[in-house]
């Protein structure tokens, strides 16, 4: 299974970006897929994950939205009012699990599979 994350660039505070993740070689159509954003010297952070339910960071919540599109195989990132501190390369994630365990979808270490990441840069 391969990840493919596209859409990132560069925006200014308050613009909008819609994150792309494109599924191939298999489905997480019954498991679980993520977002996870990383900026040099900084641990992979959680950004938003879809499976038995949706789940944000709380920085994001009201700004960013998580979805789905199963006929293209797809999971996006709808990103609104950005800041200059969502500058990072944003990572797509998926696991073939459908996590029951709520603290699973916060863990990077819980996914599987990793898209190579895309750089969002928000200029103040």
């Known amino acids: 299974v391969q990840l493919q994350a596209s859409g990132g660039g560069l925006v200014q505070t308050g613009g909008s970006l819609r994150l792309s993740c494109a599924v191939s070689?298999?489905?997480?159509?019954?498991?679980?897929m993520g977002w996870f954003r990383q900026v040099p010297g900084k641990e992979r952070e959680f950004v938003a994950a879809d499976g038995r339910g949706k789940y944000y960071a709380n920085s994001m919540k009201g700004r960013f939205t998580i979805s789905r599109d199963s006929a293209k195989n797809s999971l996006y990132l709808q990103m609104n009012s950005l800041k200059p501190e969502d500058s990072a390369v944003y990572y797509c994630?998926?696991?073939?699990?459908?996590?029951?365990?709520?603290?699973?979808?916060?863990?990077?270490?819980?996914?599987?599979?990793w898209g190579q990441g895309t750089l969002v840069t928000v200029s103040s």
């Open positions: 994630a998926g696991d073939d699990r459908s996590f029951s365990t709520r603290s699973y979808y916060f863990d990077a270490k819980q996914y599987y599979y």
């Open positions: 070689g298999g489905t997480f159509s019954r498991g679980t």
